[in-house]
T-cell receptor
Framework: EAQVTQNPRYLITVTGKKLTVTCSQNMNHEYMSWYRQDPGLGLRQIYYSMNVEVTDKGDVPEGYKVSRKEKRNFPLILESPSPNQTSLYFC???????????FGPGTRLTVT | AQSVTQPDIHITVSEGASLELRCNYSYGATPYLFWYVQSPGQGLQLLLKYFSGDTLVQGIKGFEAEFKRSQSSFNLRKPSVHWSDAAEYFCAVGASNFGNEKLTFGTGTRLTIIP
């Protein structure tokens, strides 16, 4: 089954404690992306990747890092989380940027 | 830079009534346009997309959208809504030129269906 998986689905952590949210897709997609969803703000793109070892900033990259060492995986790293990063995070993938995005189920992150 | 405006934050319609959700975009070239739906507690699902060609696009679940270049709009329509259509709807615009690979979403329109 074609899918995008994210882990964990829910995470409560404290300020400053490094965390990683994993994202994996099984559709051999070139393009992967991370979004955060906040009430009234819709989805905002954090980072995207056109292919292995090719990543670039989206609209709200501050406080986040990503890597793309394998085509199927695109982890999101918060090296020093802060409360303003409390949000719902989605990973997505597609064959190319303008194509249909396949979304993961989301990760709800709370930083206290 | 591209942008998307969904002017209606929340819309309430009666079951069986027609629906139109508005989307206006800003982009310098021919855009890729999408409508996604998010049911409560779920991820996003693609309803339909426009790349080129026929400006009236049919999607899943009986939805359609019309691309109007002169109005920079891509409104979503459904002739008769069902209670299961209650969800949040997002319009998105993507770039059609190499070198601009972002996908920009609107802030969403929440749809409530009343019996």
């Amino acid at each position: 089954e074609a899918q995008v998986t994210q882990n964990p689905r829910y995470l409560i952590t404290v300020t400053g404690k490094k965390l990683t949210v994993t994202c994996s897709q099984n559709m051999n997609h070139e393009y992967m992306s991370w979004y955060r969803q906040d009430p009234g703000l819709g989805l905002r793109q954090i980072y995207y990747s056109m292919n292995v070892e090719v990543t670039d900033k989206g609209d709200v990259p501050e406080g986040y890092k990503v890597s793309r060492k394998e085509k199927r995986n695109f982890p999101l790293i918060l090296e020093s989380p802060s409360p303003n990063q409390t949000s719902l995070y989605f990973c997505a993938s597609s064959y190319f940027p303008g194509d249909e995005q396949y979304f993961g189920p989301g990760t709800r992150l709370t930083v206290t | 830079a591209q942008s998307v405006t969904q002017p209606d934050i929340h819309i309430t319609v009666s079951e069986g009534a027609s629906l139109e959700l508005r989307c206006n975009y800003s982009y310098g070239a021919t855009p890729y346009l999408f409508w996604y739906v998010q049911s409560p507690g779920q991820g996003l699902q693609l309803l339909l997309k426009y790349f080129s060609g026929d400006t009236l696009v049919q999607g899943i679940k009986g939805f359609e959208a019309e691309f109007k270049r002169s109005q920079s709009s891509f409104n979503l329509r459904k002739p008769s809504v069902h209670w299961s259509d209650a969800a949040e709807y997002f319009c998105a615009v993507g770039a059609s030129n190499f070198g601009n690979e972002k996908l920009t979403f609107g802030t969403g329109t929440r749809l409530t269906i009343i019996p």
